[in-house]
């Protein structure tokens, strides 16, 4: 299974510019970025619901769309399975007659046979007679996914599927989601905001910003050494600075000078020659006496301290959040467990520590690949 994409189009307030390839048959690729990217447009390009302005669309060697040669496959043609945010199902029709949509070309008895071959595989028996308004989010969900796979689609398209949904219906949803993926014989394309649901069900991802994608990563690689100031920010990094790149000297680690924090900070990480920020994620920080080397750390830590006024503490679900002052009047979100925070008292001041391993040095992108 291979899928490749490159794709630019003119939009109301930026311009869709987004190229990446899926070549695992197993493999679930990320779109993952705000609202309003264009994360949503890729995808309906990729079905065929919008046609790009110029560029090329290629599924398992058959050119779907390419502007220099005038291809440009109808939505039916492409054997592309499409899981709207809303689902799309009609209204009128029940849960079988929803699902045969999905069978295209196929005689009465082929059709039937494959419904209820869908139909038992998620789960729908018993609700075959009734229409979408009289089944709860999972069951309309399940019907969705049913007519897709009755379409036997090559590769699978989900534009945040879990939106419209919250608390324990979420969870289940993503579970059952999770395991159609897995036993699917093709690749996937998933579009979310959400990180925490990109970090659980994908293999690989591609931030995409202002109309713009980034090179592809692995879902491990992105919150752990992000490369761009997008990718950090939408991985959840709390703590960004304004960065510019010192003489090395003799230090193993690169010195950053961290402008709004007013420090600088060792990174053991490569230092391109475009970094303009610095970020720290909240967790990696650690409280050491004021004046001292953290005992114990790793080597090059003694130099990533960072004196600081406590501005406030917030009192999370299940964590306490500090804010903290830097000398720089920039501030710092510290995130720890409420016991250790406990035990530290009421201070006033901290003194924070962080590895260089963990100082994330990031361009703002504009230099980025594609994926």
């Known amino acids: 299974m291979s899928l490749s994409v490159d794709i630019r189009r003119h939009l109301a307030g930026f311009d869709l510019d987004v190229s990446f390839e899926v070549a695992d048959a197993r493999e679930t690729l990320a779109l993952l970025g705000p609202s309003g990217c264009g994360k949503s447009m890729t995808l309906k390009c990729v079905a065929g619901i919008v046609t790009p302005d110029e560029g090329r669309i290629v599924l398992n060697d058959r050119v779907l769309f390419d502007s220099a040669a005038g291809v440009n496959l109808r939505p039916q043609e492409r054997r592309v399975g499409y899981l709207f945010q809303s689902y799309a199902l009609f209204p009128n029709m029940t849960v079988e007659q929803n699902v045969g949509v999905g069978v295209l070309g196929a005689s009465k008895e082929e059709r039937a046979a494959r419904v209820a071959e869908q139909v038992r595989a998620f789960r729908l028996d018993g609700l075959q007679k009734k229409r979408p308004a009289q089944l709860s989010g999972g069951q309309q969900q ?17 534009d945040e599927p879990f939106s419209a949904l919250d608390g324990y219906l979420r969870w289940q949803l993503e579970l059952e989601l999770t395991d159609t993926l897995r036993g699917f014989p093709g690749g996937s394309v998933y579009v979310s905001h959400n990180r925490d649901e990109v970090y659980r069900m994908c293999d690989t991802v591609c931030v995409v910003s202002a109309g713009k994608s980034e090179p592809k990563l692995t879902v491990s690689e ?43 900070l060792g990174t053991s990480l490569p230092v391109p020659e475009g970094v303009t920020h610095v970020g720290v994620r909240a ?89």
Not at 142 to 158: G, H, N, Q
């Open 283 to 371: 967790h990696y920080f650690r409280v050491v006496a004021s004046g001292a080397g953290e005992k114990g750390a790793a080597p090059g830590a003694a130099q990533n301290l960072i004196p600081c006024e406590v501005d406030r503490v917030i009192d999370n679900t299940f964590s306490t959040i500090a804010m903290l002052r830097t000398p720089g009047g920039g501030l710092l979100r510290y995130e720890c467990e409420k016991d250790a925070w406990a035990a530290l008292g009421e201070p006033d001041h901290l003194t924070v520590a962080i590895d260089p391993a963990d100082v994330m040095p990031l361009s703002d992108g504009k230099e980025a690949s594609a994926c």
């Open 142 to 158: 399940r019907v969705a996914l049913a007519r897709i796979m009755a379409s036997k689609p090559e590769l699978l398209l989900l």
């Open 222 to 264: 992105l919150f752990s050494t992000p490369s761009t100031l997008a990718a950090a920010l939408i991985s959840g990094c709390k703590n960004v600075s304004r960065a510019r790149k010192l003489t090395k000297g003799q230090s193993l680690c690169q010195l950053l000078d961290c402008e709004d924090w007013g420090v600088r």
